[in-house]
């Protein structure tokens, strides 16, 4: 089952913030009964990239098109804050909605749609380089 979320995977490794303390065993993913898919990781809220991570995945995934939504939701799960408390125990997921949205897809719309190189972080920034200098 790991091949169908390889492309996925790898690019999320790549995000600048996502959190990684056992590699890519860090990420948790699976698929449903009725053939969608989910993928469950955390994110360095510590990271200077951290919630500019949140607001581009949430945009695109979420989002970006009020018309023709993508099939997805990104959100945030956590165990009960009273039993754990901290936004280290916050994770993220990303669901499919339709079966047919494969995890490669999602893959594509966000490599379309996010800075790219997506692992550089200098693409990430919202600065305008007077091109002067």
Not at 17 to 44: C, T
Not at 79 to 103: A, C, M, Q, R
Request: charged share 30%; net charge negative.
């Amino acid at each position: 089952m790991s091949d169908k979320f390889e492309m996925l995977l790898t690019y999320l490794e790549r995000l600048p913030a996502i959190d990684l303390p056992a590699g890519r065993k860090s990420i948790g993913f699976g698929e449903m009964e009725d053939g969608n898919w989910w993928v469950k990781f955390g994110i360095d809220t510590e990271h200077e990239l951290a919630w500019r991570h949140v607001q581009e995945l949430g945009y695109v995934l979420n989002y970006v098109s009020l018309e023709e939504p993508l099939p997805t939701a990104f959100i945030p799960v956590s165990p009960p804050p009273y039993l754990n408390g901290g936004v280290e125990f916050l994770s993220w997921v990303i669901e499919s909605k339709h079966p047919d949205f494969t995890p490669d897809l999602c893959t594509e719309w966000l490599e379309g749609r996010l800075p790219r190189p997506v692992d550089d972080l200098k693409q990430w920034s919202f600065e305008i380089e007077d091109e002067e200098e």
